[in-house]
């Protein structure tokens, strides 16, 4: 199995609601990932977690919020968002080979 | 500083043609590896081809081949045979192991192809 599966594919929040992305990976990876992705731009790194424990945090605000339950497991909890938020969010995991695995991406929307 | 460059924001390929993408890259590091991700408007990064900084031959994948010039520090994406359904964004991406299980990647700021049937 070679898949990353992330959801929900689609979600629209307004500034003051709570959500969750969710992202999972059954690879055996230990190095998961999360970016953000504006319109036709490359993406961002925003997280790294290495064995279950987060190892980069790449200057992200608070009101994003990373988890990760399990080896299999990534969340990002969502809380008093901006419209400027509003991207295509990815997640990815990597094994020892280095080569990242993507999932198909949540595109967000906060009103 | 580590940086990957893609001057190429969009490029036009007749269809059965082959295309070559351009990415040059510049690191101090000795040990670092080389990708490619295709992109469709759908949004999914869709991992390519990947060439390791010490492998001396070129990586192939079916129609993909990564032409490595580790002098020239460039790493450009020949597309043969080139199908309707190549047309996306293509992002290079240089990635930097940090000594643990992890690989921070820089990406290039992609070049976006069109097929032309």
């Known amino acids: 199995d070679t898949e990353v599966t992330q959801t929900p594919k689609h979600l629209v929040m307004g500034m003051t609601n709570k959500k969750s992305l969710k992202c999972e990976q059954h690879?055996?990876?230990?190095?998961m990932y999360w970016y953000k992705q504006k319109a036709k731009k490359p993406p961002e790194l925003m997280f790294v977690?290495?064995?279950?424990?987060?190892?980069i945090n790449e200057s992200v605000p608070s009101r994003f919020s990373p988890e990760c339950p399990n080896s299999s497991l990534l969340n990002l909890h969502l809380h008093a968002l901006q419209p400027e938020d509003s991207a295509l969010y990815l997640c990815?995991?990597?094994?020892?080979?280095?080569?990242?695995?993507f999932g198909p991406g949540t595109r967000l929307t906060v009103l | 500083a580590q940086k990957i460059t893609q001057t190429q924001p969009g490029m036009f390929v007749q269809e059965k043609e082959a295309v070559t993408l351009d990415c040059t890259y510049d690191?101090?590091?000795?040990?670092?590896?080389l990708f490619w991700y295709k992109q469709p408007s759908s949004g999914e990064m869709i991992f390519l081809i990947y060439?390791?900084?010490?492998?001396?031959q070129n990586a192939t994948e079916g129609r993909y081949s990564l032409n490595f010039q580790k002098a020239r520090k460039s790493a450009n994406l020949v597309i043969s045979a080139s199908q309707l359904g190549d047309s996306a964004m293509y992002f290079c991406?240089?990635?930097?192991?940090?000594?643990?299980?992890?690989?921070?990647?820089?990406f290039g700021t992609g070049t976006l192809l069109a097929v032309q049937p």
């Open positions: 990815a995991s990597s094994g020892e080979g280095g080569e990242q695995f």
């Open positions: 690879m055996g990876h230990r190095a």
């Open positions: 977690y290495s064995y279950e424990k987060l190892s």
């Open positions: 690191t101090s590091d000795q040990s670092y590896g």
């Open positions: 060439q390791g900084s010490y492998d001396e």
């Open positions: 991406a240089m990635s930097l192991p940090d000594g643990g299980a992890t690989n921070k990647l820089i």
